[in-house]
């Protein structure tokens, strides 16, 4: 394995976790006990993770975005079903808002047969994604928010982008999320990135959260809505079986891509 995967997945585990051993890095990796350390003091200085005595513990709080590279390499066995569990809800003739994130992506990679569609989005690779995919060769029209561009992440912010979501009155909005809570409903990474799902969120009839497993029970750094305003959420097998029971108790419905 690459030094860089390994290191991409030494990330992971502190998210996942909050903490890794250095003897259990060994025997996950097979690698020796000086590789093992010498990883962790690399990703120490670049800030990433806190060393301490015989491993690491997150140094992240819950204003911390993962990068764009790193979620768009994370999950991808589970993103590409739920994003086309998701394009099965899309019809010919819809307008769907498709939010910033990973997954949302898939969703388009999924809509290849759909015709006279219009796609609104304030991120930069799904509008490129669906350049790429649909617009060329079909009936598909692209709508681009417009705003300021956030470097690294590639989303459009501002109120530029929050007034076209404002003005917009769309079918259905698929939206990515940093964080799905029963106490704390929707949350994400970044403050001017909720305030453009906020306006999302008032713009479609029908709302369809796109998280994977990894998502549930996570509160991050600012509210984006309650639960309360959800419709659907398009998941994966690795939710929480007790959270998945919870939310259809409230009402919302939970559909586990396979």
Excluded: W
């Excluded at 491993?55 to 975005?65: I, N, P």
């Excluded at 990474?189 to 709302?207: C, G, P």
């Amino acid at each position: 394995m690459l030094k860089a995967e390994r290191h991409r997945q030494i990330i992971e585990l502190v998210m996942r976790d909050g903490k890794v051993i250095i003897a259990d890095l060994c025997q996950h990796f097979g690698i020796s006990d000086m590789t093992a350390r010498r990883d962790l003091r690399e990703l120490d200085r670049e800030g990433l993770l806190r060393r301490v005595h015989g491993g690491a513990v997150s140094s992240l709080g819950r204003s911390y975005e993962p990068p764009y590279r790193l979620r768009s390499s994370r999950n991808p066995e589970a993103k590409r079903p739920i994003g086309r569990k998701a394009a099965e809800m899309v019809f010919d003739g819809d307008s769907i808002a498709l939010d910033v994130g990973t997954t949302t992506v898939e969703i388009v990679r999924a809509c290849g047969d759909r015709h006279n569609l219009t796609m609104i989005t304030a991120s930069l690779p799904i509008a490129n994604e669906v350049i790429s995919h649909l617009s060329l060769d079909s009936d598909v029209r692209l709508i681009v928010t417009g705003g300021i561009v956030r470097s690294g992440e590639l989303s459009m912010i501002g109120d530029i982008a929050e007034q076209t979501y404002r003005n917009l009155h769309v079918d259905k909005a698929f939206l990515g999320i940093g964080g799905l809570s029963l106490e704390d409903g929707l949350t994400e990474y970044n403050l001017e990135d909720a305030l453009v799902k906020q306006s999302l969120l008032k713009s479609a009839h029908q709302i369809i959260v796109v998280a994977d497993g990894s998502k549930f029970g996570r509160t991050t750094f600012v509210s984006v809505g309650p639960l309360s305003c959800v419709d659907v959420i398009v998941t994966d097998s690795s939710a929480p079986a007790d959270m998945v029971q919870a939310l259809r108790q409230i009402g919302i419905r939970v559909v586990i891509a396979e």
